[in-house]
């Protein structure tokens, strides 16, 4: 089954920097790359996600990018705040009808004031 | 719209014994998801349901646990003979049905096994 990597797992930036979290897929058939973003004592919630038709992809700060020939994946969030504090989680579908959805590891990004 | 409802927030249980997990998906969704979370492995797919029937159990430790949808309101997860190992999060999701579609989440069942 597909497997996705993401790294690093911990990353503390300055307020107003930039954060960016990468992740590596190994099925190419996968075509639906989402991000979600899990505070503490919250479930994880989606904040963006791309498809395979896309190279890039931005909802405010937030900008995902994909390179399907190197089967990677990334997210950047831009002008960070400290509501962006959180645990976050790529993933890749398996596609084809199946609805399986694979994660990451995890990110815990730590905005510093 | 209450979102994914997981029953209970909090199990503890002794090791060796059995522990079910609830899950209501949301109204009209018709795929139900389990992953369990931890700190290390992050979030781990057990298995999931379409319109109630199992699609993919490939995450699902074969000899103790098992995933039930007797009707599109509710799934359960139960685990047999339960180990130090099993203490996570459990968290159910459920989704439209629709692949590439995005998953609601439930709030989870931590469970500690004594």
């Known amino acids: 089954g597909e497997q996705v990597e993401q790294l690093p797992s911990i990353l503390r930036v300055q307020e107003g920097s930039s954060a960016s979290i990468n992740c590596s897929y190994e099925?190419?058939?996968?075509?639906?790359f989402p991000w979600y973003k899990q505070e503490p004592g919250e479930n994880p919630k989606l904040i963006i996600d791309?498809?395979?038709?896309?190279e890039r992809k931005q909802i405010q700060e937030l900008i995902v990018l994909l390179d399907k020939k190197a089967k990677r994946f990334s997210l950047h969030i831009t002008d960070t705040q400290p509501g962006d504090s959180a645990m976050y989680f790529c993933?890749?579908?398996?596609?084809?009808?199946?609805?399986?959805?694979?994660f990451g590891a995890g990110t815990k990004l730590t905005i510093k004031p | 719209n209450a979102g994914v409802i997981q029953t209970p927030r909090h199990k503890v249980t002794g090791k060796g014994q059995e522990a079910t997990l609830w899950c209501e998906p949301i109204s009209g969704h018709s795929a139900v998801f389990w992953y369990r979370q931890t700190i290390v492995q992050g979030l781990e797919f057990l298995t999931y349901f379409r319109n109630q029937a199992p699609i993919d159990d490939s995450g699902m430790p074969k000899e103790r646990f098992s995933a039930q949808m007797p009707n599109q309101s509710h799934s359960t997860l139960k685990i047999q003979s339960t180990q130090p190992q099993d203490s996570a999060v459990y968290l159910c999701a459920s989704s439209l049905g629709v692949a590439n579609e995005r998953l609601f989440f439930g709030h989870g069942t931590k469970l500690s096994v004594l």
């Open positions: 791309i498809r395979s038709n896309m």
């Open positions: 993933a890749a579908s398996e596609g084809y009808g199946n609805e399986k959805i694979t």
């Open positions: 099925d190419s058939a996968s075509n639906y």
